[in-house]
């Protein structure tokens, strides 16, 4: 039973891989489409999920470098890369 379970999720990590790849098309058509469902109904999810797609989401797979330093005020500033 625990050799069908390691393989069974092995399987899932390999078919997420390509998922998490165009994570920025599929969070795009996520919020298009959420976004179209409160503003005008379906009809408004179908064209913000299309919309969302082509334009992309936000890239939350991404990990973003954070670099902080002090100004000559002695205020904290930071710059994402």
């Known amino acids: 039973m625990r050799s069908y379970l390691k393989v069974a999720m092995i399987v899932i990590a390999g ?3 390509p ?3 165009h994570a ?3 969070e795009g ?3 298009g489409a959420g ?3 409160v503003v005008a ?3 408004g999810a179908v064209v913000g999920g ?3 797609a082509v334009v992309g989401g936000p890239n939350i797979v991404r990990h ?3 670099h902080c330093w002090t100004n000559s005020y002695g205020h904290r500033r930071c710059d994402w890369n």
């Open 15 to 17: 078919l997420a891989a």
């Open 19 to 21: 998922i998490s790849a």
């Open 24 to 26: 920025g098309t599929l």
């Open 29 to 31: 058509a996520a919020i």
């Open 35 to 37: 976004t179209g469902a």
């Open 41 to 43: 109904g379906p009809p």
């Open 50 to 52: 299309v919309v969302g």
């Open 64 to 66: 973003r470098n954070r």
